[in-house]
């Protein structure tokens, strides 16, 4: 049988450089906004001290043992691995006039090991920090003036790794700052809509001006967003639900729409005026958000449900995305909802919206794994939830919709960033740390590890259950 996934398909892991690298003040490197949520991105912010440790602050040590890491991704067959560059490594207040050359230095040790091995670097600009010297000094993405900073360290990038990096992201799950603002936009818990959507703006000017840096700098660069795919069903067909249901997926829509159609959609009028949300936004800001993204990137773990009957809402809060569950659906043991059908739908509805090529970046089944007398560990609901997605990722590609890679979550065990857990656990390899920081941080294949490497040399076909 030939395979469905085109020929040059990108397959690999995506990981993100608060998520492993450690080191979190190594070669000159500032504090992060991530650094000072020890607990998660729903975690506190609190104030660091030297010697405070919280488990981001080693992760699994990728920083040093990056060399060794990358030849396990090469042993799977890796095309390609998507980091994030810490911005803080390069500008580590985030408002310098020059760029630390240390943090620079470990960027390019980083891809040119990744070269050795033929395998292409993904970068993302800013995943789920920014430096905490522009959230204290400025107000984060509140100021205008952070659209500037941002632009400075994107072209400082892009000029120096042009060679080296041809596929960009610029804000990780950009949408994610209306749930989690401190991460998305560095405001404080407690800041207005209008604050949020203002900030949102200035992230999303910044966004489209490093999509034309990128395109002016980096010579066959291609940049896209990323967009955190969660897809919503109508919990029943009643009108109401339905509608309801169109106006939250408009929610998340709304991002791509700005970054991949060059403007803000209609329908966010309306939902500014009847909100009572006031955004600035100029001629200027207007003309650069024209720059638009080359393809849609985005992450996807699970689908959810939607209704205007308030009692049903009231049990949906335990859910990070306040999602309502979906009564078809089992859950993983975070109580995310399983749903590999929903990918296909998702691709769909991205390339139906979009027509343009679509990237999944994120995508992965956090579990507790055992590890066996004889030292194996057999992850066969890894293997199962990544087979059944990756089938239907198959399916949408022969409905016609153009995918240009995959990169699952976490191919190696790292620190979950909504709870900063170890024990949540994504990877084809194991790491030995805890939830507690305990552990020989010793890296381990699991059964996963060998199935991912059989998908990628059959080039998919070795997947089961496919139509
Ligand atoms: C995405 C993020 O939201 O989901 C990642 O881009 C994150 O940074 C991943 O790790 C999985 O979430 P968690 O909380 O299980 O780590």
Excluded at 146 to 175: D, P, Q, S
Excluded at 374 to 388: K, P
Aim: some cysteine; charged content about 25%.
């Amino acid at each position: 049988m030939s395979s469905k996934f085109p020929d040059h398909f990108l397959w690999g892991g995506a990981v993100a450089a608060n998520q492993v690298e450690g080191a979190y003040q190594t070669d000159g490197k500032g504090l992060s906004t991530s650094d000072l949520q020890p607990q998660g991105i729903f975690g506190a912010v609190t104030p660091r001290v030297d010697g405070d440790s919280g488990i981001k602050d080693v992760a699994i040590d990728f920083y040093h043992r990056y060399p060794q890491d990358i030849a396990l991704f090469a042993e799977m067959g890796f095309k390609c691995l998507r980091t994030s560059i810490a911005w803080t490594r390069i500008f580590p207040q985030g408002d310098e006039e020059t760029p630390n050359e240390a943090g620079l230095a470990f960027y390019d040790r980083l891809f040119d090991e990744m070269a050795k091995y033929g395998i292409q670097p993904l970068i993302t600009l800013s995943h789920y920090e920014m430096p905490y010297g522009l959230a204290k000094k400025y107000g984060g993405w509140g100021n205008r003036k952070t659209i500037g900073f941002f632009e400075r360290y994107a072209r400082t990038v892009f000029e120096r790794y042009k060679h080296k990096v041809k596929h960009w992201l610029t804000f990780n799950e950009i949408n994610m700052s209306l749930h989690a603002p401190f991460t998305g936009v560095g405001l404080p818990e407690g800041s207005s809509k209008s604050e949020i959507y203002q900030a949102i703006h200035h992230q999303l000017v910044a966004s489209a001006k490093a999509v034309k840096a990128c395109h002016e700098i980096v010579p066959e660069g291609k940049i896209g967003n990323m967009l955190l795919g969660g897809i919503l069903y109508p919990l029943s067909c009643r009108p109401e639900d339905l509608l309801e249901t169109q106006r939250q997926n408009r929610d998340w829509l709304f991002f791509g729409d700005v970054q991949a159609r060059g403007g803000y959609p209609a329908y966010m009028k309306r939902y500014f005026r009847e909100n009572g949300i006031q955004v600035e936004i100029t001629a200027e800001d207007q003309q650069a958000l024209r720059e638009t993204i080359d393809f849609i990137s985005f992450s996807y773990y699970m689908s959810g449900c939607v209704t205007t009957d308030e009692a049903q809402n009231e049990t949906a809060r335990a859910n990070i995305l306040n999602m309502v569950p979906n009564p078809h659906l089992a859950s993983s043991e975070w109580g995310w909802q399983i749903d590999p059908i929903g990918l296909r739908y998702l691709l769909n509805v991205l390339y139906d919206r979009y027509q343009k090529p679509l990237f999944i970046v994120e995508n992965g089944l956090g579990a507790k794994d055992r590890i066996e007398a004889d030292g194996s560990i057999n992850d066969d609901y890894r293997i199962n939830y990544l087979n059944d997605h990756l089938v239907q990722v198959a399916e949408a590609i022969d409905d016609g919709v153009e995918v240009m890679g995959y990169t699952s979550w976490g191919p190696i065990d790292l620190v979950s960033a909504s709870k900063a857990e170890m024990s949540k656990r994504y990877g084809f390899i194991y790491v030995d740390r805890d939830d507690a920081g305990n552990g020989s941080l010793e890296r381990r294949r699991k059964k996963s590890f060998y199935w991912y490497r059989d998908v990628i040399q059959s080039n998919g076909n070795s997947l089961k259950d496919q139509g």
